[in-house]
């Protein structure tokens, strides 16, 4: 067999009639900028999230900078954010002026809260939780470190979309919440795409200002602002595929249930929470992180049968990143986990034989 991470033309194939048809309607209408497509597909991702507001973008890293912009997050700020994140999220604290403090994160890979609170300095403005492979963190222990020292939550749920904590959906915490729409997302669009969501009425009303010049309904311009718009088209593809999430969710929760079948036994490897683990937890499985104490002879051996596996990040955690300014950040669970951690595949293009074989794999690895 031979099990790429990802196919990317599936994408397309999976829905091809409608995806064609609902682009089709828009390139027919010359609708291609802040179309009622977009507004739409912002109603439609409020309505998921159980938000006030949602915004369409350009794409997720656009969306934190302006969610920390529309916060009046700038230089002289800090910011707290896990070091096991895409650069994206330190890079939007970078450009939005303040400074990235970049912490540990813990055994469930998620930014470690006693780590978040240690890091709490006078400049201390945000923190920014990432909502990693399609969990919520433990937005209690993020919520009360920001009540305690009157902090913003600013919710980097990129990988999140649909995944609960307590029952409330990532993007629903805090002051603002991004998501990403990049393709090899839970839903992805056909290039970069991105949203925010936020409950409050003001931050919404800035953010629109930020994605769109500065510009106010009537064509003012009312304040600085950026070109970030999710375009028509785009909106367009993501209402067609907002259809599946609830088959995309529970797909990808079965393939979770799968490898927990073939893999929980052995000793040497670490997987991520079931789905039925923790009635706290509403996980959707963007990516499926293992950690194993032989990560890269194993890693090895699935390439050799086939199976092709990634290490997220390219390899690194950020403060790993020589040019980024970090050589002084001491990190060491992390450094640690990231000679462990890699990822299988985990999309809704896999069958049941294939998890089957990539099982198969592994335990025969261990001899098992
Ligand atoms: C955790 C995380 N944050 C931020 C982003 C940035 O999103 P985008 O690639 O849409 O700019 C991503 C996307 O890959 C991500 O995984």
Not at 43 to 62: E, M, P
Not at 140 to 151: C, K, N, V, Y
Not at 318 to 344: I, Y
Request: proline letters at 5%.
């Amino acid at each position: 067999m031979s099990i790429p991470f990802f196919r990317y033309p599936h994408l397309f194939a999976q829905q091809r009639d409608e995806i064609l048809a609902a682009m089709t309607a828009v390139m027919e209408r010359g609708a291609f900028i802040l179309q009622s497509d977009l507004v739409e597909f912002e109603t439609a991702l409020a309505s998921f999230t159980g938000t006030l507001h949602a915004l369409g973008v350009a794409n997720g890293t656009d969306a934190l900078i302006i969610a920390l912009r529309a916060a009046e997050i700038g230089p002289g700020d800090e910011v707290i954010v896990p070091s096991h994140t895409y650069v994206a999220s330190a890079a939007s604290i970078h450009f939005a002026g303040a400074t990235p403090v970049l912490v540990e994160c813990g055994p469930d890979h998620m930014i470690d809260p006693g780590a978040a609170a240690a890091a709490v300095t006078a400049r201390t403005r945000a923190i920014m939780p990432v909502q990693l492979n399609g969990r919520t963190c433990d937005m209690d222990a993020i919520q009360s470190i920001a009540d305690r020292h009157e902090l913003l939550v600013i919710e980097d749920a990129a990988q999140a979309l649909g995944s609960r904590f307590k029952g409330r959906s990532a993007g629903s915490f805090g002051a603002a919440a991004e998501f990403s729409f990049y393709p090899a997302k839970i839903l992805g669009c056909f290039g970069d795409g991105g949203g925010l969501t936020t409950n409050d009425p003001e931050m919404a009303r800035k953010m629109a200002l930020l994605r769109d010049h500065g510009r106010d309904e009537n064509g003012t311009v009312v304040t600085w602002g950026l070109n970030s718009r999710l375009d028509n088209l785009h909106a367009a593809v993501l209402n067609v595929k907002f259809q599946q999430m609830d088959m995309e969710i529970a797909r990808r929760r079965q393939i979770a249930r799968l490898y927990r079948e073939g893999l929980g036994s052995l000793e040497d490897i670490v997987l991520p929470p079931g789905p039925d683990d923790d009635p706290d937890h509403f996980d959707v499985y963007q990516n499926y992180e293992i950690e194993s104490g032989r990560r890269d002879e194993l890693r090895a051996a699935l390439e050799k049968d086939g199976v092709r596996t990634i290490i997220q990040w390219a390899g690194k955690p950020v403060h790993q990143f020589e040019g980024l300014g970090f050589s002084d950040v001491r990190l060491p669970f992390t450094d640690q986990l990231f000679t462990r951690c890699f990822l299988l595949p985990m999309n809704t293009s896999l069958t049941d034989d294939e998890v089957g074989y990539i099982c198969d794999r592994v335990r025969k690895f261990y001899g098992a």
